[in-house]
């Protein structure tokens, strides 16, 4: 079975400041794909970042940097300089490789950037 | 970036009525939509998946008479909320998978519809 767990369940920053949210994740499966998702008031899911599990690089995408240690099981993303436009939900996502490709998410972290 | 709509938006309802909740994926096929919902400060929980032309297959726990799910096209996937009751006030989300059911493909979401049943 596929577990995704993101212990922090809400996190507060001043703007500017940087925040790392933690992604710890479980599987048998030797591919799989790992997911990041930002969920805004608004409610709709946006995509940040697909990784498959053969692909240890990390990646950064302007203020967005992700950490994936396969040894440890976690897929950690980092905001750098938050701005309060960051304030939303996090949902960090495992997918099988094979077959529909079902997601398991994790509960999310809610970040608020206080001003 | 691939683009998913769900309509409606918003939906409000009297106990026992039917709701419909469309998913349509606008600038690529799917053969694979997934329905989801959220409950309050939660996460989303999959219901169903849905393969176009064939019978949705439903997670451990989802009423399939409940929840009807219909994948009639590479395009559009519908969710029928049958009879329903204030237990079913939700916030729903679709979501496609770009490709033809490749191992790279990435599940695109809907903007979401919040049911709520008085």
């Known amino acids: 079975a596929q577990k995704v767990t993101q212990a922090q369940t809400e996190i507060s920053v001043v703007e500017k400041e940087d925040v790392t949210l933690d992604c710890v994740y479980e599987?048998?499966?030797?591919?799989?794909?790992l997911f990041w998702y930002k969920q805004p008031p608004s409610g709709e899911l946006v995509f940040l970042i697909r990784?498959?599990?053969?692909?240890?690089q990390n990646e950064i995408s302007g203020r967005y940097s992700w950490n994936f240690q396969k040894s440890t099981s976690s897929f950690n993303f980092t905001i750098t300089a938050s701005q309060v436009v960051d304030s939303a939900v996090y949902f960090c996502?495992?997918?099988?490789?094979?077959?529909?490709?079902?997601?398991?998410f994790g509960k999310g972290n809610q970040v608020v950037v206080i001003p | 970036g691939a683009v998913v709509s769900q309509h409606p938006s918003r939906v409000i309802c009297k106990s026992g009525t039917s709701v419909k909740i469309e998913c349509r994926s606008l600038?690529?096929?799917?053969?694979?939509m997934f329905w989801y919902r959220q409950f309050p400060k939660q996460s989303l929980m999959l219901m169903a998946t849905?393969?176009?032309?064939?019978?949705?297959?439903?997670e451990q726990g989802v009423e399939k008479d409940k929840f009807l799910i219909n994948h009639a096209s590479l395009t559009l996937s519908t969710l029928t909320v049958t009879s329903a009751h204030p237990e079913d006030s939700s916030f729903y989300i679709c979501?496609?998978?770009?490709?033809?059911?490749?191992?790279?493909?990435?599940?695109?979401f809907g903007p979401g519809t919040r049911l709520t049943v008085l």
């Open positions: 599987t048998r499966d030797t591919t799989y794909y």
């Open positions: 849905s393969n176009e032309g064939s019978k949705a297959t439903y």
């Open positions: 990784r498959n599990s053969f692909d240890e």
């Open positions: 979501s496609a998978r770009e490709g033809r059911g490749r191992s790279t493909d990435t599940q695109y």
């Open positions: 600038d690529f096929q799917a053969t694979t």
């Open positions: 996502a495992l997918s099988e490789a094979y077959g529909n490709n079902r997601l398991a």
